[in-house]
């Protein structure tokens, strides 16, 4: 198995964590000679973006909250799905959550990185919209050290790049600090981030950004 993967894309260092935590042994790739745009890609994943899981067989399998699931029905141990109902519900909402509130922000933000194309009332009402996004994190987690129950999950594969976009974000704009207004946001990444993998895939992404 292998996986299309781009350091700093938080969808990719979601299913990377996922990889290290459980121990695969799947080759991480960036993208094909040609890019995510190519025929050779397209038909691995038409959606033409990273990441994709493609199998043993060459089946590509695209979206990264999908990706995480099949990983753990295939290799179900170790075991990154919290048992209990509603604490599956609440790592899954950890996926969705960043997807919609938090990450087109960041994208968008991103697209200003040069200071010549910042707007800054778009400025403004994305960095709202990201504060807002936090507290929705901010509220459904456990508490520290993990996101959910008292073990690693799906739900720190999905936050922990998340949350380090938004700090680097966060400081390419000169901006205050978005994480430490929220408490029990702020004391997770605080101890998320001493965390041997967490600390492997936050280092990548921020290497990443470097080179850009
Ligand atoms: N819903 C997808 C989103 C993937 C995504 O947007 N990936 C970005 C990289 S961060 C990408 O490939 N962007 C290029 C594009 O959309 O053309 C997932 O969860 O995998």
Known sequence: MKLYSVPLSPFAARVRLSIYRKGLDIEIVPPPAGGIKSDAYLALNPTGQI????????FGLPESATILEYLEDAFPTPSLRPIDPLDLAR?????????????????????????????????KTQFEALDRGLSYIDRYLSGDPWAVGDRASIADCAIVPVINVVNLIVSNF???????????????????????????????????????
Do not use: C, N
């Open 51 to 58: 990441p994709t899981l493609v199998l043993d067989s060459g």
């Open 91 to 123: 790592a899954r909402l950890f996926l969705r959550l960043p997807d919609f509130h938090i990450l087109p922000s960041v994208f968008t933000l991103r697209a200003m990185r040069d200071p010549a194309k910042r707007d800054r009332e778009v400025m």
């Open 174 to 212: 000169g901006q205050p600090d978005l994480i430490g207004r929220h408490k029990k946001l702020d004391a997770y990444w605080q101890a998320a981030k001493t965390d041997e993998i967490h600390a492997k895939v936050i280092a990548e992404q921020v290497a990443a950004l470097a080179r850009t």
